[in-house]
């Protein structure tokens, strides 16, 4: 049985047009009966073949999960007033420290290990660019850190349930994770208000041990 969790996440898909109007993907998404890892394998194969780079890019970053938006006004109407992006990614770097500090209580050695490596929500800013890398599954993230075997650190790390089945199994397209780059390019255009470019720098799924994003802040408005 499907979570609910996965349902919102296919019906997200099932929302857009493009999906809809292809009779296998959207086949694919109804099929409640596809668990993991085949109904990703599926899904991606169809993809790959129905689609160009550029639209399954963008179909992954509009199925990402979202963080919410009530916790990123404050640095949104700050960004509003000053222009300043240093200001705005240091006030978000300030709410993930706090995060990591509630979740690490006790572990401060572990929390200025993330920050040394510049994962988490802010990254690590250059000009109008941010390079942004996932914290390890944050449920695991103690177990992480104590790990030893490679593979084993790699699907402690991994967030997605539905790729985590297929760590050191079988390939995977890495287009795949420009659905977790979404997260990112989410944050930033909500709180600039202007559009975001992504490109993936490093995934799991390639066999890199984080996953890590590029994300240009263009000029462009969002319409």
Not at 6 to 25: F, H, P, T, V, Y
Not at 47 to 74: N, V, W
Not at 102 to 117: A, H, S, V, W, Y
């Amino acid at each position: 049985m499907l979570t609910d969790f996965e349902k919102s996440w296919r019906n997200k898909l099932l929302s857009r047009k493009d999906i809809c109007e292809n009779k296998k993907a959207a086949k694919t998404l109804r099929d409640e009966t596809l668990a993991e890892p085949e109904f990703t394998k599926k899904l991606l194969d169809i993809l790959t073949k129905e689609f160009t780079t550029s639209q399954i890019i963008d179909i992954m970053l509009g199925a990402a999960c979202h963080y919410p938006e009530r916790e990123l006004e404050a640095i949104r109407e700050e960004y509003s007033k000053t222009g300043d992006l240093k200001l705005a990614h240091s006030l978000l770097q300030v709410r993930f420290d706090a995060f990591m500090a509630d979740i690490l209580t006790g572990k401060p050695e572990l929390q200025m290990e993330i920050k040394k490596r510049n994962w988490g929500l802010a990254g690590r800013l250059a000009g109008n660019k941010i390079i942004a890398a996932k914290i390890p599954k944050s449920g695991f993230l103690e177990q992480y850190f104590n790990e030893q075997d490679i593979e084993k650190k790699r699907l402690l790390y991994c967030h997605c349930p539905r790729i985590r089945a297929f760590i050191g199994k079988t390939d995977i397209d890495p287009l795949y994770c420009y659905c977790g780059a979404g997260f990112y390019q989410d944050i930033w255009e909500y709180i600039t208000g202007k559009q975001v470019k992504v490109k993936l720098l490093k995934s799991i799924i390639k066999g890199d041990d984080h996953c890590q994003f590029e994300l240009q802040i263009t000029d462009n408005d969002i319409k």
